[in-house]
């Protein structure tokens, strides 16, 4: 059994900054890919950003600039800097993970979503 615990978000003004975590705890024997996706209402999820093991990053465009992940593998967990929030960012924030098991199956695991609100 694998969980993902996300935390950090919030309501915060247009310009202000807000920090995510996502803690992944279970049976869990290495982690691949770590990422954060949003979905807004009456949109899409989308990628927001993504992270492997090695360091090497990916951004959406619109977050480009603004918003940092990162990891810390010993701790299983996955960051999100977002500064510079703009209105658009409103959404649901949902934390992923790509995970082998100790039982060396390959699954794709989502957080519960934590909502990040941000006002004009």
């Known amino acids: 059994q694998v969980q993902l615990v996300e935390s950090g978000g919030g309501l915060v003004q247009a310009g202000g900054s807000l920090r995510l975590s996502c803690a992944a705890s279970g049976s869990i024997f290495g982690i691949n890919v770590m990422g954060w996706y949003r979905q807004a209402p009456g949109k899409q999820r989308e990628l927001v950003a993504g992270?492997?093991?090695?360091?090497?990053?990916n951004y959406a465009d619109s977050v480009k600039g603004r918003f940092t992940i990162s990891r810390d593998n010993a701790q299983n967990t996955v960051f999100l800097q977002m500064n510079s929030l703009k209105p658009e960012d409103t959404a649901v924030y949902y934390c992923?993970?790509?995970?082998?098991?100790?039982?060396?199956?390959?699954?794709?695991?989502w957080g519960q979503g934590t909502q990040v609100t941000v006002s004009s």
């Open positions: 992270i492997i093991r090695a360091g090497t990053t």
């Open positions: 992923n993970a790509v995970i082998i098991s100790r039982l060396s199956k390959l699954d794709t695991y």
